[in-house]
């Protein structure tokens, strides 16, 4: 039989991006010759250390496997007043891949030794010190959780603008939301093992509030899998904001979702630019010439300064998560109307390092340059 010096565990959300290392061997008699490997459907092989074990790391091949659109959000949801079906859309491609993992192993008189399995990732990466088994027949969102905490979630909302919520799920027909604050609940349909619930495209006249109401300041949301509470039920802090004018953004978190925020409007514009260079036109007598060379063009420049002000500890474990999102991007569309996903611009995080905790102050605060895309100039 084939042995895993650790054995795998067929009921956990792996991370994609965290190392995903097998060490096994046989216990067949005497020496492997190789282990052939059938993964996503796609054949391999690997030779066996010295010792006769195998070593073998699954994260590059996962991660080649996921990611099938370079991280970027092409979701443009269409509202329906009524209609639960508007409010959760597929986000499956990208996010989650389950495979089937075959082991052969044979030996130098061509025995052998079979095994397999099922396994599920999600396209995010834990730290070491914020570690949480998840299971695939549990439900969560992909976001960031409470500290020290693995039920409980805060997301923050602000009305006029796009905002939605990414969630893994067992293969349930639907799931349900009970606002405590509101003794309100909602039935939505589930749409894949990781779905995306949209609460607004922009609008404040069509948004999942016409099915579950929110009140301005903290709504205390369950998260459940049916009409009856469980103890492994997870519990959304949502804080509703009116709307107010400031630099919105929303980035892949370390989960495979989408975080969003809006920052402070004091925010500032720096423009650089540069010469391309020039060419030589030395060729004309000095009364016919309009000098010794000629610009081709430049190069411009925007630079965003943004901040976002006395942030609490919840606040906090949300933005810090700019800082390492490979796809950030700027709203560039009109608050308070319909937006998709045109309104949105990639940028770049210029900040390279910020302090995400200080034990002299309760608050944090955060200053962030966003490069935005080089602007069109005229040119040679």
Not at 29 to 41: A, H, Q, S
Not at 150 to 170: A, N, R
Request: charged content about 20%.
């Amino acid at each position: 039989m084939i042995v895993f010096t650790n054995p795998i565990d067929i009921y956990r959300v792996r991370m994609a991006y965290n190392n995903d290392v097998l060490n096994f061997y046989s216990t067949l008699p005497g020496k492997p010759k190789y282990c052939d490997l059938t993964f996503n459907n796609k054949p391999m092989r690997i030779y066996p250390a010295p010792d006769g074990t195998f070593f073998l790391n699954l994260k590059p091949y996962v991660t080649s496997y996921i990611n099938t659109r370079n991280f970027e959000d092409t979701l443009t949801p269409n509202l329906e007043g009524l209609n639960t079906n508007s409010y959760v859309y597929n986000f499956e491609n990208g996010s989650y891949f389950n495979t089937n993992l075959y082991f052969t192993i044979w030996m130098n008189d061509d025995a052998h030794d079979d095994n397999g399995y099922n396994l599920t990732w999600i396209s995010g990466a834990h730290q070491l010190d914020d570690y949480n088994r998840r299971t695939t027949s549990d439900y969560f969102l992909l976001s960031p959780n409470k500290a020290n905490s693995t039920q409980h979630y805060y997301l923050k909302y602000w009305e006029g603008y796009p905002f939605d919520v990414s969630l893994f799920m067992p293969n349930f027909t639907y799931f349900y939301l009970k606002n405590t604050t509101t003794a309100l609940s909602v039935k939505l349909p589930t749409k894949a093992r990781v779905s995306r619930l949209v609460f607004s495209d922009g609008r404040t006249d069509e948004t999942l509030e016409s099915l579950f109401p929110l009140v301005e300041g903290f709504n205390e949301i369950r998260f459940k899998k049916s009409t009856f509470d469980y103890s492994t039920d997870k519990f959304i802090t949502l804080e509703k904001v009116p709307y107010k004018k400031g630099v919105y953004l929303k980035w892949l978190n370390n989960y495979g979702g989408y975080s969003y925020w809006l920052f402070e409007n004091t925010y500032s514009i720096d423009r650089s630019t540069q010469q391309i260079g020039e060419l030589d036109r030395d060729y004309f007598n000095l009364e016919n010439s309009f000098g010794r060379t000629t610009q081709i063009g430049k190069e411009s420049m925007d630079t965003l300064k943004i901040t976002a002000e006395l942030l609490n500890d919840d606040e906090r474990r949300i933005v810090q998560g700019i800082l390492e999102s490979p796809k950030v991007y700027l709203f560039t569309g009109k608050p308070l109307s319909q937006n998709g996903k045109n309104n949105w611009m990639e940028v770049t995080l210029k900040t390279s390092n910020a302090r995400i905790k200080n034990p002299k102050q309760q608050l944090t605060n955060f200053t962030f340059d966003i490069e935005l895309p080089q602007r069109y100039t005229i040119t040679l």
